[in-house]
């Protein structure tokens, strides 16, 4: 019999084809008063344990995972740390309403009619979804962000491979740097993912050369997450179509739940849209989520937007992963 030094079991979900590596066993116990607190743990003292989930062979370079956690505020039910290719990330919109999805229909919380109210402590702040459940399946989720804002508006950079670049730094639960595809010659379609995971690497690298980004309250939230380019949609029933590009050039497969977020909150304070109105923002494979800004308020200086952001997630499978004591990639390794 072969000898394994680790057994994990997860379950693997996606939200409109963006995956998402849920750990339910294994996990270890995590000191800290808050998740800022433990995710910094996790990061300087069992980093293995994210790269062995999320790095080939049994990942990939755009595999995305989630450790849940017991809460730290009175109002949540969980914590939860989101992991990528890179590291550890400040929110995840795709990630809540996949948990969401799961957490309901494998009845790992208690559930009610017509919806279920989940709340998530994540790095960056308070969580709450609404998934439903008509006492058979759980069906879609929504959940109300943190507060999002434009943090400077119309920053240019130069790239060098699509020379001057123009657009906007906005928090959405994590600070993204949003352009046009048009301004590079580009639309959002998957035959031109390699020209678009270029424009979105470079664009990060230019914008965190040349701005220091500072949340207005919180000091863990300060790192530019990646950027975000949109365009004309590509399928009908979209308003827009868009694809963040992160981490180390990892593509979202899904619109992206904290850059749409993020987005709505820019197409509001520039006048663009108004309280309440939808937009369906489209990704580039197809999928969709529809958000709302629901209320306004203040974050330090800023003028900031209260979303919420509906979309639908899928069970993928239930997998147990091992690792034998001989095995020459422990880690795995990250390989593009």
Known sequence: MPSYIRTIQTVDAHTGGEPLRILVSAMPPVPGKTILEKRAWLKQNRDDLRKFLMNEPRGHADMYGAYLLPPVTPQADFGVIFIHNEGYSDMCGHGIIALGRVLVEMGYVERTSPVTRIGFDAPAGFIEAQVEWDGQRAGAVTFRNVPSFIY?????????????????????????????????????????????????????????????????????????????????????????????????????????????????????????????????????????????????????????????????????????????????????FFFR
């Open 152 to 332: 400077m508006r119309d920053l240019e950079v130069d790239t060098p491979g699509f020379g001057r670049i123009t657009g906007d730094i906005v928090f959405g639960g994590a600070f993204y740097y949003y352009i046009n595809a048009a301004q590079a010659g580009l639309d959002i379609r998957t035959e031109q993912v390699r020209s678009l995971i270029q424009l979105g690497a470079e664009t990060k690298a230019a914008v965190k050369a040349a701005v220091s980004i500072r949340h207005p309250l919180e000091p863990g939230l300060n790192e530019l997450y990646g950027t975000i380019i949109d365009g004309a949609p590509n399928r009908p029933g979209v308003d827009q179509s868009n694809v963040c590009i992160f981490a180390d050039r990892e593509v979202d497969r899904s619109p992206t739940g904290t850059g749409t977020s993020g987005r709505a909150a820019q197409l509001y304070f520039r006048g663009r849209l108004g309280l309440n109105q939808p937009l369906v923002n489209g990704s580039i494979v197809g999928s969709s989520f529809t958000v709302r800004v629901i209320e306004t308020t203040r974050v330090g200086d800023f003028d900031a937007a209260i979303t919420e952001v509906t979309g639908t997630a899928h069970i993928g499978g239930f997998n147990q992963w091992v690792l034998e004591e001989d095995d020459p990639f422990p880690t795995g």
